[in-house]
């Protein structure tokens, strides 16, 4: 007796059947890769973020650390040497020996670098002629516009609220010092800007107030 086919079915899987289960395999795999990529990619994000944060509030405490024991130099000259909106140059004894050495830190593109010139000669002198300088990059990317500052002075009148002094800055008129400094690889793309900001007053011109 000959078998009626719609009653009765072979048993196994179909071309378009093995075809569907292939596609959803595949939609499966892409899936997951495509989620550990943005995991991987957020955590990397994430880390990166956190350390460029550290390297800003780092390089902030540097300079407010060597800014507050400013001090005349080995040569007679005055604590604070340069007051510029982007740059700053000044005498302390970082390396607690018995010189104190000139500091200079700049913007430089959008490099923030730091130079350290260790006084030599007889007579003594500042100048990279004879002393060695040793010149470092220590953030990338800095940030800054036309209205805005990486270093703001003060005068002894600055109650809080007052503007900071006109460039170009009397040296001798400067009591406090605020450091603002910001990171922004992108301006137009993820992370957020960096910031890190604090205020300083040199311990040896307080007699002066």
């Known amino acids: ?55 800003v509030k780092n390089t902030v405490s540097a300079i407010v650390s060597e800014l507050r024991s400013a001090s005349i130099s080995d040569t007679g000259g005055y604590p604070l040497e340069q007051t510029s909106s982007t740059s700053i140059a000044f005498y302390a004894n970082i390396d607690k ?32 002629t004879t002393a060695q300088e040793t010149l470092s990059t220590v953030l990338r990317d800095v940030f800054i516009t036309a209205t805005t500052s990486i270093f703001y002075y003060y005068d002894s009148y600055y109650a809080g609220t007052s503007s900071p002094l006109n460039q170009p800055v009397d040296v001798a008129a400067v009591r406090l010092i605020n450091i603002d400094l910001v990171v922004d690889a992108d301006p137009n793309l993820l992370p957020p800007p960096l910031n890190a900001s604090s205020r300083v007053t040199i311990r040896n011109l307080k007699s002066n107030l």
Do not use: C, W
Not at 98 to 109: C, N, P, V
């Open 1 to 55: 007796m000959a078998k009626n086919p719609f009653l009765f079915r072979e048993s196994g899987f179909t071309l378009i059947e093995i075809l569907i289960a292939i596609g959803v395999l595949i939609l499966v795999i892409g899936t997951v890769f495509a989620l550990e990529r943005d995991l991987f990619s957020i955590s990397t994000f994430l880390d990166r973020s956190f350390l460029a944060q550290e390297e």
């Open 97 to 128: 020996d018995a010189l104190k050495e000139r500091i200079h830190y700049f913007l430089s593109g959008t490099s923030f670098k730091k130079s350290v010139v260790k006084p030599a000669g007889q007579p003594i002198t500042y100048s990279t």
